[in-house]
């Protein structure tokens, strides 16, 4: 076992959040390259992150494009410089004050709906204030989970009340999260071409009744990367790809080594009898996501690695406590339980990479077996 490591992650407080540089810039690398080779460019979604330092390094240009998930990740990235937002949730009509306001302060931000009473609501909202809101028309394409399916002549209705209203209805966005559920290659490009299909369906849609449409926007983290045909589609969104996690390295998206954060723990105990080692990192360091439990291999809280970040055979967290976690070796391995004193240090990968970082303040920053920084996530918030 390297000293290097041992000796940079002892002084830090556990459970920490570890960032590992190098994982991470290969990750980003390798999407850009593949959406270049597409011709699409990439609208990352910054809510895996939510860093400034991150986001930089994702985005084209220091003011965009991005995505982001709540209008504090929006104000907060706006602050920071950030131009160019998708808030790439539905808007509740409660939020619409604090959208006109940042467009007010020069962000070109646009919202979403999917449905006739956001398109009412944006468009009451337009005519009260004399303001344009750039609105993107949430489409299913999948039956994963909201939107309007292709076809649908509601899409053209919300599109017509929008417009009438003031708003500026920009065209159509899509997740494609039942890719989630694909398996393999094969199964993969389906999801993205299928994806790819039903927003360029909506788009011609649009087009035909007389409105511009002139985004269409797609994106998830399997179908950006299986995607082998864009044709019709304008920016891609995407965003656990920075990190990767358990549920992607279980779908097929990436491999363990891959992924590029841990939470790191110390161990505080034992208990022999039941084969079991105590560490201080339960689920308030790795939160309570069980992606991967309907998975054919249920990584139970976390994959359980040594300070270098090798995984010991079949060590997982099997239980999570809110400040202890349990580790055991995988239910029917043959494996040795690993001799792991009081105060060794161990490394955790996430089953879900946005909701672990979301657990922490900052990023721990490791490059060549060395800390070299501590980049802080922006506050929590909706």
């Not at 390798?30 to 809510?47: A, E």
């Not at 053209?156 to 393999?184: F, K």
């Not at 494996?335 to 955790?348: E, T």
Request: aromatic content about 4%; charged content about 20%; some cysteine.
């Amino acid at each position: 076992m390297s000293t290097r490591f041992e000796s940079s992650l002892a002084h830090l407080p556990t459970p920490g959040l570890l960032l590992d540089q190098q994982r991470m810039d290969r990750n980003i690398a390798r999407l850009k390259r593949h959406l270049q080779g597409l011709g699409v460019g990439l609208r990352p979604h910054l809510k895996t992150s939510k860093s400034i330092d991150i986001a930089h390094r994702l985005m084209a240009t220091p003011a965009g494009p991005a995505t982001v998930s709540t209008l504090k990740e929006a104000e907060e990235f706006a602050a920071a410089g950030v131009k160019d937002i998708l808030y790439a949730v539905g808007i509740a009509p409660a939020k619409l004050d604090r959208a006109v306001a940042l467009r007010n302060r020069g962000v070109d931000l646009s919202i979403v709906v999917d449905n006739i009473d956001q398109a009412r609501a944006v468009a009451a909202k337009c005519r009260e204030l004399g303001v344009k809101l750039p609105t993107l028309i949430e489409i299913d394409s999948d039956g994963h989970r909201a939107g309007i399916q292709p076809g649908d002549p509601l899409l053209v209705e919300i599109a017509r009340t929008l417009q009438e209203g003031g708003a500026d209805p920009r065209g159509i966005m899509t997740h494609a999260g039942g890719s989630y559920d694909a398996r393999g290659e094969a199964q993969l490009v389906a999801a993205a071409e299928q994806e790819r299909a039903a927003a360029v369906k909506c788009a011609e849609q649009l087009r035909a009744a007389g409105f511009a449409s002139p985004v269409v926007s797609v994106g998830s983290t399997p179908t950006a990367h299986f995607a082998r045909d864009l044709t019709g589609v304008t920016e891609v969104r995407a965003g656990v790809f920075v990190f990767f996690d358990l549920v992607m390295a279980g779908i097929g998206v990436c491999s363990i080594d891959d992924i590029a954060i841990s939470v790191l723990a110390s161990v505080i105990g034992h208990q022999p009898s039941k084969h079991q080692i105590l560490v201080d990192a339960g689920w308030m360091a790795m939160s309570r996501d069980r992606g991967t439990a309907n998975q054919p291999v249920d990584q139970y809280y976390g994959v359980v690695c040594d300070p270098e970040g090798r995984p010991y055979p079949d060590l997982i967290m099997r239980q999570a406590n809110q400040e202890h976690g349990v580790l055991e070796l995988r239910p029917g391995s043959s494996a040795q339980l690993p001799d792991l004193p009081v105060g060794s240090l161990v490394r955790i990968l996430p089953n879900h990479a946005c909701a672990t970082a979301a657990q922490h303040t900052y990023y721990n920053v490791l490059s060549e077996g060395r800390i070299v920084a501590k980049w802080p996530r922006i506050a929590s918030g909706w």
